[in-house]
């Protein structure tokens, strides 16, 4: 009885999945883009705000160089703290 339950659930859930991806797939193909770059605009890595922890995207987002990499920042105000905090 709990297999057979758990079965249905595992069956559903892949199901779902994959009706997820093909209507993915659909929008993809409806607005003309293709495929590959929407997954990859999709996995874009959010960069965090070291001041105040908002997460902004790394192209839009204020950024300066630091001696690891670059730091984002979502405003020239947390950059202006950033800097003063570093200085
Ligand atoms: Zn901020």
Known sequence: MILRFLLIS???T???????????GII???SG????AGASQR???MARDPI???????????SIADGHG???F???ICRDKYRARTA
Do not use: H
């Open 52 to 62: 105040c922890g908002t997460f902004v995207l790394p192209d839009r987002a204020l």
């Open 33 to 36: 883009q293709p495929r590959g």
């Open 43 to 45: 996995r874009v890595q």
């Open 14 to 24: 892949l199901a779902v999945r994959a009706a997820g991806r093909l209507i993915g």
């Open 74 to 76: 979502c405003s020239e």
């Open 10 to 12: 595992i069956l559903l």
């Open 70 to 72: 670059r730091v984002f």
């Open 28 to 30: 993809d193909g409806i």
